[in-house]
């Protein structure tokens, strides 16, 4: 069974930056849907950041509108690792975020429902303060 672990999370003020990474291990797959989802207590799992990594020339990603032009998501493929480089946090930000995968040919588009992806990690937790 494959495994997610993310790191990197922790305590920021508002306006600064944290990257978080999350980890593949237990398989490798040749193309695959990977992303960030962020949850707070009583409110839904919501999606943040999603890419395709199945083509050679291209990385196909969508963001969350409340995230797009401050969070960039990005993977390398040889360490099969995710990333989210987020930027201009707010206290809204705040939230536990989780990784998460689906292996998949291309589906035409990017998903971003996290009822979509079927392996996840545990989480890390941000916390931004005003």
């Known amino acids: 069974q494959g495994q997610l672990v993310e790191s990197g999370g922790g305590s920021v003020q508002a306006g600064g930056s944290l990257t978080l990474s999350c980890a593949a291990s237990?398989?490798?797959?040749?193309?695959?849907?990977m992303g960030w989802f962020r949850q707070t207590p009583g409110k839904e799992r919501e999606g943040v950041a999603a890419l395709y990594s199945g083509f050679f020339s291209r990385t196909p990603t969508t963001y969350a509108d409340s995230v797009k032009g401050r969070f960039t998501i990005s993977k390398d493929n040889a360490k099969n690792t995710l990333s989210l480089q987020m930027n201009s946090l707010n206290p809204e930000d705040t939230a536990m975020y989780y990784c998460?995968?689906?292996?998949?040919?291309?589906?035409?588009?990017?998903?971003?429902?996290?009822?979509?992806?079927?392996?996840w990690g545990q989480g890390t937790q941000v916390t931004v303060s005003s």
């Open positions: 237990g398989y490798t797959y040749s193309s695959n849907y």
């Open positions: 998460a995968t689906l292996p998949s040919p291309w589906l035409g588009y990017v998903p971003l429902s996290p009822e979509r992806f079927n392996v």
